[in-house]
């Protein structure tokens, strides 16, 4: 066992006997994950920063029933595919297009989609280990400006701007980072879906 897993070990040993110290770990690791895939499929960010924050709660409310470190990840994102497939189920986020046709097969899609994921813990680890070594791979600026669309949340312009190159070419590094990770990652379609697929 490697030192940070030794470190989160203890933690969880902790979190599940209350320390409140240990849960703010686990809240700060995993916030942005939950709220970068909520988003992916309700296209409101503050409702998806809402959405996590009350998966999160709910953890801590139930942390009795997580049984192991692993379990955490896999409680959550369960959580959140519930809590996403209720609000796209009751119309209660906002549209990302106008066309209504169109929207009404995007939600379908989301559904389908969602319906479909079963958050299993070592499943969610490996899949997670294989979509980060993927994107380290990736040529070193299409990498950057994938990280800071996909995972920061940046606006082309914005990173544009950061990097001192124009939109286009911001463009041209996103359409490049997908199209090399669509291919390599054929096999997780569904996970491609929930970390990617976002133009």
């Known amino acids: 066992m490697n030192q940070n897993n030794s470190f ?13 110290t240990a849960y703010t770990f686990f809240y700060d690791k995993y916030f942005r994950r939950i709220q970068s895939f909520s988003v992916q499929f309700i296209y409101d960010q503050d409702e998806a920063e809402n959405l996590a924050q009350e998966a999160l709660l709910h953890l801590w409310q139930n942390k009795e029933n997580v049984e192991s470190l692993n379990g955490i990840q896999a409680f ?16 209660k986020v906002k549209n990302k297009f106008k066309n209504d046709l169109l929207n009404h097969k995007e939600r379908e899609l989301d559904i389908e989609v969602l319906n479909s994921l079963q958050f299993d813990t070592l499943e969610l680890t490996e899949l997670e280990r294989i979509i980060l070594e993927s994107i380290s791979e990736l040529p070193p600026k299409t990498r950057e400006v994938f990280i800071k669309k996909r ?20 463009e041209a590094h996103m359409t490049k980072a997908l199209k090399i990770l669509k291919t390599k990652l054929s096999d997780y379609l569904f ?9």
Do not use: P
Request: charged residues 30%.
């Open 8 to 20: 989160e070990l203890n933690l969880f040993k902790s979190f599940k006997e209350g320390d409140e």
């Open 76 to 91: 959550l994102f369960t959580y959140a595919k519930s809590k996403c497939l209720n609000l796209i189920r009751h119309n």
């Open 151 to 170: 995972f920061e949340n940046k606006k082309n312009a914005e990173i544009a701007e950061e990097m001192e190159v124009t939109l286009k070419a911001v």
């Open 191 to 199: 996970l491609i879906f929930i970390l990617i697929y976002n133009n």
